[in-house]
């Protein structure tokens, strides 16, 4: 069965420093990898996403992610946190289809909180 | 301009009452989709429809009843609601894509309807 896994519930980490949130998924062949995030009290906004070709994506905010096969992974990073990136992060998969529409699949989200 | 709205943003209500939330997209998507998030800050998928025709119905308690009058409005009556109930419902919506596409869409979410079973 597809799963997604964020191993970190929380992280919390000072303004200025770097960030990498962890993905792991679990699927037969590669899926689709999408990152997600939550401002509170928001929906969610989607950050950037992969599907084939390069394997580091540059999403907005800053944000960049690397899928790594050999792993099953697709990690979020960024090199200078800002207050404003305090909010929960999704990693979502769904099976890679020719045309149509996405079924997503989540993990449980990972929140982040930033120190001054 | 508001691309994925939802109404009402909060309801509140007692166990057994039967209530509804809906949701618009001015985005001109073919898809529109149901989430619950629960106290966990768990997604999932409850169902989608795909012009105005059910595609996915994801293991769901028939008390629940999406209804898409158009492919712009989704919404979903729930009755005899139970405290389980008690959740964030997210409603998204996505562009098809061209058969024999490669690629991934992208959901467009909307704001979120808390409801709190009393």
């Known amino acids: 069965a597809q799963s997604v896994t964020q191993p970190d519930i929380h992280i919390t980490v000072s303004e200025g420093a770097s960030l990498e949130l962890r993905c792991n998924y679990s699927y037969g062949a590669t899926p689709y990898l999408f990152w997600y995030v939550q401002s509170p009290g928001q929906g969610l906004q989607l950050l950037l996403k992969?599907?084939?070709?390069?394997?580091l994506v540059q999403g907005i905010k800053g944000f960049e992610a690397e899928f790594k096969r050999s792993q099953s992974s697709f990690n979020l990073r960024k090199p200078s946190v800002h207050w404003s990136d305090a909010a929960e992060y999704f990693c979502?998969?769904?099976?890679?289809?020719?045309?149509?529409?996405?079924?997503?699949?989540f993990g449980a989200g990972t929140r982040l909180a930033v120190h001054p | 301009d508001t691309a994925v709205s939802q109404t009402p943003k909060y309801l509140v209500t007692q166990m057994g009452n039967d209530k509804s939330i809906k949701c618009e997209q001015n985005l001109g998507h073919d898809t529109m989709y149901w989430y619950k998030q629960d106290s966990k800050k768990f997604l999932k998928i409850m169902f989608s429809?795909?012009?105005?025709?059910?595609?996915i119905n994801e293991t769901v308690p028939n008390r629940f009843s999406p209804k898409s009058p158009d492919k712009a409005h989704l919404n979903l009556h729930i009755n005899s609601l139970e405290l389980g109930d008690s959740a964030v419902y997210f409603c998204a919506s996505s562009q098809d894509l061209p058969s024999g596409t490669l690629q991934a869409d992208t959901q467009y979410f909307g704001p979120g309807t808390r409801l709190t079973v009393l």
């Open positions: 979502a998969v769904a099976p890679p289809v020719t045309g149509g529409y996405n079924k997503l699949i």
């Open positions: 429809y795909n012009n105005k025709e059910l595609i």
């Open positions: 992969y599907f084939s070709g390069d394997t």
